[in-house]
Every structure is written in structure tokens, then in C-alpha cells.
């Protein structure tokens, strides 16, 4: 189930943001994530965030405006359609979504191609000094009617 995060998701979320962020990202130091701990958990709950919890929370996805800030599953939970319906959750929100991915991190890469993104721009993020890719996806939420509908 998806549901918007609450307050007392914090812990867990965390949990997954920096866990998920070590295990996806092996090519940053990971003093990078622990020392950055303190400032997402302070700016996570003015994002939109929505949580998959389905028996405890599995993974989670954050808006900010247009922008997907992060998409974390816990890695047992990995390949199982969670990513996949946060990312729906989120287009129906918006009608376009941006975000940065790291090119080392193909898996991600391929995820959000997948799901209909396209590469805006190559980047160098300017914290990890790595590669990224902006991409973007334009939604249509135009309802489509066939005939037998009518």
C-alpha cells in the first residue's frame, strides 16, 4: 500500500535513505551519506513523500515540486513492482517528473528509462564530483476512450 509519509516513518525512511544509498552508490565515499544524515533527515518531511508499506515500510519516494529527490527500496524488496508503483504514484501527481541519476549506477539508469524518462543533460554533481544524468519524463493524463466505450 501507498500511503503519504508520517512523522513517525522518520526512523525507517532514514534507515532505508542511508542503507540504500551506501549498497546503490559504492563509488562515493560513504562518509558522503553518513555525514549528510543529519541535514535529509532534517529537509525529508517538507518533501512529498510517499511510503510503500506493505507490513512496515519497504521503500519510499520524495517530491519536491517536479523533481524526484530519491526512490529507495530496501534491497530484499528489489524487482517486486515497489519502485515501479511509487513512480506511478508520483506521475499521477505531475504531469512531468525530473531527476538526477548517477551514470555508474546503471541499474537506476535502466529503471527509469524503463518508466518512460529520457536524458535531459550530462552533469557532474557538484557534492560527489561523479557523473550524473538529468532526466526527465512528460506525462500524459489525457483519458483515452475507445469506441466500445461510447
Known amino acids: 500500500m501507498i500511503r503519504e509519509f508520517q512523522s513517525n516513518d522518520l526512523d525507517q525512511v532514514m ?7 551506501l549498497f546503490a552508490h559504492p563509488f562515493i565515499d560513504p562518509s558522503f551519506f553518513k555525514n549528510n544524515t543529519d ?5 525529508l518531511p517538507s518533501s512529498e513523500v510517499y511510503v510503500q508499506d ?10 519536491t515540486d517536479n523533481y524526484i529527490s530519491g526512490l529507495f527500496i530496501k534491497t530484499q524488496y528489489q524487482r517486486k513492482g515497489l519502485g515501479s508503483s511509487l513512480i ?5 501527481v505531475r504531469s512531468e517528473l525530473f531527476l538526477n541519476v548517477y551514470t555508474e549506477n546503471k541499474a537506476a539508469v535502466k529503471f527509469y528509462q524503463k518508466h518512460g524518462f529520457v536524458q535531459l543533460e550530462n552533469r557532474i554533481n557538484e557534492e560527489t564530483y561523479q557523473p550524473e544524468y538529468f532526466m526527465g519524463c512528460k506525462v500524459d493524463h489525457t483519458i483515452k476512450i475507445g469506441k466500445c466505450a461510447l
Not at 54 to 63: A, S, T
Open 15 to 21: 534507515a532505508i535513505w542511508l542503507n540504500q544509498n
Open 39 to 43: 541535514l535529509v533527515r532534517m529537509i
Open 54 to 63: 506493505i507490513h512496515g515500510i519497504k521503500g519510499f519516494i520524495g517530491l
Open 88 to 92: 506511478e504514484r508520483a506521475k499521477q
